[in-house]
Structures are given as structure tokens and as C-alpha cells.
């Protein structure tokens, strides 16, 4: 099987459409359709089926995606080799991070990979579900992402997975709140409380509703703001609670903002940098992967 058509089936598997695709490759959407109409004549069976205006894997699509992200992980491991005998680890290294994960991970990240030399760091935000991983890491070579403790990790066959820390999530309250003298509290001291969440399918939103659920108080949600240093204002100006991440919320000390962790429930985001297997083989990918976990390791003796 030709290792370029086994390249734009697994873009397909992970951008979702011939356009995404030739975009991303460089080719036109009727090269990339003649490739893969190539590919399963090699093969013998269909790997694409009609889905609307676009196409999805068939299961032999499915299965042949798994085992090509093997063939050109092994392809990233023999380039790899050859890069060591040449030089140093060097070149572009292509990383996303989620807001308030680059908040607290890049000053530090950038810290380490320019102490190493050799790498160029090109990093960006960008506002993430763990639905878009997939199409992210097509794009970038990490992806540095968070999900609740409930959702599955990327599937280990395709996706090196990097554990980074698990972040605990704490109730934010004003400093004059009623329960800002407590140690701790608990969910259902909040019931009458404004809440302000993320967007609806974003990993703090989903700890809360999954807390609800446990709990049977259902949280009465005030306004919805994914940029979490806004929400840190809403809240220091009176204007609700929030469940916040505690390594990364801006408390002033205690001045401007109370976190106070919530009593007898384990709430947790889990952050953790995902690449492609071909992409995490190259040398300069390890030695980012490696500062990110230091740095995360930093991230949580100071906190």
C-alpha cells in the first residue's frame, strides 16, 4: 500500500472532509478522492461511504486508519534515528493549548525549550473540546488539552498521550461571601447561588452538571464565560460563584477572590498533551513533551 494514501485516509479520519483534507495536504479535493479511491482498490473493499455531502470511514476504513498511524509511526521512528546521528533535536515545534492551560504552563514551556536550544516553539490558544483533539493534532503537533475525569482518554493505538496533572477544581466566592470563613463547602450549601459556567460540552461545565447529578441540586446557572480571567472579575465583583481550576485562578492571595475546595465529591479537570505517534517519534516533539511534563510537575509543588 502506498504510505501517501495511507496518509490522506487518516487526515480524513481526523479532519472529517476531502476539503479539510486537501487543505491541509496541499493537493486539490479531486486528487485527494483519486487517492483514496486508489487506496481501497489496493485494498480490495471500500474504506468510504456516503455520509450527507461528505464521506465517513466504513469499519475497514476504521481498522486501516489504526494500522496506518503504526506504519508511520515506524516511518517517524527510522527518520528519528537518522536525526539523532545527525544532530541535536532542532526545528519548528507546532504546539495548541487550551486558554487557561497556556496561562499556566507556556511562560514556564518556553522557559525550558529555549534553555534546550535548537527548537522553535510555535505555540497558539485555541478555545477546545476534547471533540476537536483529533482535528487540532491534523493541524499542530501537540495538542495540550483538558477533559472531566469522566471522559475517555484519547484511543492509546493512535494517540501518544502525555498525563500532565489532574487539576483540582475549587468554589470561587467573593471575599465577603457567607461561606468565605469555611474550610470547606459543600454543593448543596449552594443551591440558592448564581452560577457562572462555561459553554455547554466544555470540561468544567460537565463536572458541574455531573456533580448535580450525584447531588440532586441542580445549579442555577447566571451567565456562561469561557474566558475563566472574565469569570474571576464577575466573581470578585459579586455577580456569582464559579467552579474554577485552582492552579490557574488569579485569588490575589485571598484578597480578591476565596477558593475553597467542595466537601465530600473528587471535582478535577485532567490536562494532558496528545500527538499523533508519527509526530511524537521526532526528537524535537520528545524534548517539548518532556519540558511540558516538568513543567506541569513545577506547576503543581507550587501550587
Request: charged share 25%; with cysteine; aromatic share 2%.
Amino acid at each position: 500500500m502506498d504510505v501517501q494514501r495511507l496518509r490522506v485516509l487518516r487526515e480524513l479520519a481526523d479532519l472529517g472532509s476531502v476539503t479539510a483534507v486537501a487543505r491541509a495536504l496541499s493537493f486539490t479535493p479531486s486528487a485527494i478522492s483519486q487517492q483514496l479511491k486508489a487506496l481501497a482498490a489496493e485494498v480490495g473493499m471500500p474504506l468510504t461511504e456516503p455520509a450527507g455531502r461528505g464521506l465517513r470511514l466504513t469499519a475497514a476504513g476504521r481498522t486501516l486508519v489504526a494500522e496506518a498511524e503504526q506504519v508511520l509511526a515506524a516511518l517517524a521512528h527510522a527518520e528519528a534515528a537518522l536525526d539523532r546521528l545527525r544532530s541535536a533535536p532542532q526545528g519548528t515545534v507546532r504546539v495548541a493549548l487550551f486558554p487557561s492551560g497556556a496561562r499556566m504552563l507556556l511562560p514556564g514551556l518556553l522557559t525550558r525549550v529555549e534553555a534546550v536550544g535548537g527548537i522553535d516553539l510555535c505555540c497558539r490558544d485555541v478555545d477546545m473540546t476534547p471533540a476537536d483533539v483529533a482535528a487540532l493534532a491534523a493541524d499542530v503537533d501537540i495538542v495540550v488539552t483538558h477533559r472531566d475525569e469522566a471522559t475517555p482518554a484519547p484511543e492509546a493505538g493512535r494517540w501518544a498521550v502525555v498525563e500532565l496533572l489532574r487539576e483540582p477544581l475549587d468554589v470561587v466566592l467573593p471575599p465577603r461571601h457567607r461561606l468565605a470563613r469555611r474550610r470547606t463547602v459543600r454543593l448543596t450549601d449552594l443551591t440558592d447561588e448564581g452560577w457562572i459556567s462555561v459553554g455547554v460540552g466544555w470540561p468544567v461545565d460537565e463536572v458541574l452538571r455531573s456533580l448535580a447529578t450525584v447531588t440532586g441540586a441542580q445549579p442555577r446557572i447566571v451567565q456562561r464565560i469561557n474566558d475563566f480571567s472574565v469569570t474571576e472579575e464577575l466573581v470578585a465583583a459579586g455577580h456569582g460563584i464559579a467552579l474554577l481550576p485552582r492552579y490557574c485562578t488569579d485569588d490575589r492571595g485571598g484578597r480578591r477572590l476565596v477558593r475553597r475546595p467542595l466537601a465530600g465529591v473528587r471535582a478535577a479537570r485532567l490536562i494532558e498533551a496528545v500527538a499523533r505517534r508519527s509526530t511524537a517519534a521526532r526528537p524535537a516533539v520528545r524534548v517539548v513533551l518532556d519540558a511540558l511534563r516538568d513543567e506541569a510537575a513545577a506547576v503543581v509543588a507550587r501550587g
